[in-house]
């Protein structure tokens, strides 16, 4: 099923039958104040829709440390001055 507006990448809380409960990565389709409805989806299976309530629900962000944001992804070198490492929190 193909959504006409965007999608984000969650994590998302299910409680099984016996209770305990799993964190599952999966996508955010559709939102209103208090619940979120989430795709999961396993590879070769159906994807499956659930509605959650929103603290069960958890974005995930996608951005890149920031070493890697200033040093460039190819680099191999770590925080060298006292200013690097104090960014660093050291």
Do not use: F
């Not at 305990?20 to 409805?37: D, G, I, K, Q």
């Not at 440390?65 to 060298?80: I, M, Y």
């Amino acid at each position: 099923m193909k959504l006409p507006h965007p999608s984000y990448a969650v994590i998302a809380r299910l409680v099984l039958l016996d209770g305990a409960e799993e964190w599952r990565p999966a996508r955010a389709v559709r939102w209103n104040p208090t619940h979120v409805m989430v795709k999961l989806q396993d590879k070769g299976v159906e994807p499956e829709y659930v509605w959650l309530r929103c603290k069960d629900v958890q974005r995930v962000s996608c951005r890149p440390p920031l070493l890697l944001l200033r040093l460039g992804p190819h680099s191999t070198a770590g925080p060298s001055s006292a200013a690097d490492q104090r960014s660093m929190g050291a």
